[in-house]
């Protein structure tokens, strides 16, 4: 046992069910640590997203080693940083923030999650075109880790269709081909893709629904959800009972958490016990 300290945090709205204090805190005394991690949630407190900055001023107050970030806080939280990673910086998202020597440093970890969620649930799926909801936080992370994972052309959707053609620039101006396009027509951008990847709040407990016209998924498809509360959302429920190979955004939490743990702690998390350790948290809320 090595008793170090970390208090760590993560600031977003409608998080009270979030898995993540459990799963960080377990790995922490499997390492050794006293490790607390606490919710600062938006919807509980009553406050605006431009609170922020306040919550991150009482977490660097009361010596947080740093905070998770999640919606609706991942690109507003940029402003309020000292320094950006590579990631970070490249992306314009932040879901992890470090607090050392006075600097606030955002990170982006949520790329690499659902890169290695993917390469272990959907290995040897087709890549040649896939649809992605959202273009915002999440999906611009999502959507870095769909072309590094080999997806030939990605056609992005956002309410906002502003969001999708500026994502959807940015990517092929840092791959330097034509890898993306912005949509307005789901249904038919769904008629010539291979999968389907879900980057919005739709389907958590607090945004019921689906993201899709359900006759818009076919039983070719592959779908990747990031949503993780419920593990199995309406979509991916959908899209099972079609005969679609599905991926539960579970596995991108894990991931995600595991390299935010070692941001805040220096020290290599076991993934494959956190891994174990979040399926007993998603039966037990069964």
Not at 276 to 282: G, K, N
């Amino acid at each position: 046992m090595n008793n170090q300290q970390f208090l760590v945090g993560l600031i977003g709205a409608e998080i009270q069910m979030s898995k993540s204090p459990a799963l960080h805190e377990v790995e922490g005394r499997h390492q050794g640590l006293d490790y607390r991690y606490e919710l600062l949630d938006l919807t509980e407190r009553s406050l605006p997203v431009s609170a922020l900055p306040a919550l991150l001023d009482e977490e660097e107050r009361r010596g947080f080693a740093g905070s998770n970030i999640t919606h609706p806080c991942k690109q507003t939280v940029i402003a309020h940083l000292t320094q950006l990673s590579e990631d970070a910086e490249m992306l314009g998202a932040v879901n992890t923030v470090v607090f050392q020597n006075g600097e606030r440093i955002g990170h982006n970890t949520d790329w690499y999650g659902f890169y290695k969620n993917f390469e272990c649930g959907l290995p040897d799926v087709a890549r040649s075109r896939a649809v992605l909801l959202g273009a915002g936080g999440a999906g611009v992370a999502v959507a870095h880790a769909a072309i590094k994972l080999g997806i030939e052309r990605l056609s992005i959707f956002d309410r906002d269709s502003q969001r999708a053609e500026r994502l959807a620039s940015q990517l092929n101006d840092r791959f330097s081909r034509q890898c993306a396009d912005p949509i307005t027509d789901i249904g038919a951008a769904m008629r010539l893709a291979d999968g389907l990847i879900h980057a919005t709040p739709t389907g958590m407990k607090s945004h019921p629904g689906l993201p899709i016209d359900a006759v818009w998924l076919d039983q070719r498809h592959w779908v990747a959800d990031i949503v993780y509360m419920p593990l199995e959302t309406e979509l991916l429920a959908l899209a099972r009972k079609t005969g679609c190979r599905t991926l539960p955004g579970g596995g991108m939490t894990v991931f995600q958490a595991a390299a935010a743990f070692k941001l805040f702690t220096g020290i290599e998390p076991d993934a494959e016990r956190m891994s174990r350790h979040f399926a007993e948290l998603c039966r037990a809320t069964l």
